[in-house]
Nanobody, 120 residues
Framework: QLQLVESEGGLVQAGGSLRLSCAAS????????MGWFRQAPGKEREFVAA??????STADSVRGRFTISRDNAKNMVYLQMNSLKPEDTAVYYC???????????????WGQGTQVTVSS
């Protein structure tokens, strides 16, 4: 089992920035592809970004605004979110997979989620 715990999200004005963190424990963190997903009310969970070693992927909707990074020594993955828009409002989830993928169902472990609200 890999346990994932996201940092607290928050309320931010449009155009602002927020950094989410996810702490992992329980297994060898560097073995996993780490991803961020989000789910807005009434919508399906959608891929945001993922990373492992030299591989990374970012959704078109956030590319150029959001940056994913990780620190294997600290078992942490981060999502730096800049130029936030009201449509970025969602519950954000940290997740882990053993393969390079953007598909939610291929992620094995999930955090509890954290609310990010962007006001206009």
């Amino acid at each position: 089992q890999l346990q994932l715990v996201e940092s607290e999200g928050g309320l931010v004005q449009a155009g602002g920035s927020l950094r989410l963190s996810c702490a992992a424990s329980g297994r060898i963190f560097s073995d996993y592809y780490m991803g961020w997903f989000r789910q807005a009310p009434g919508k399906e969970r959608e891929f945001v970004a993922a990373i492992r070693w030299s591989w990374s992927s970012t959704a078109d909707s956030v590319r150029g605004r959001f940056t994913i990074s990780r620190d294997n020594a600290k078992n942490m993955v981060y999502l730096q979110m800049n130029s936030l828009k009201p449509e970025d409002t969602a519950v954000y989830y940290c997740a882990a997979s053993t393969i390079a993928t953007i598909r939610a169902h291929e992620y094995l472990y999930w955090g509890q989620g954290t609310q990010v609200t962007v006001s206009s």
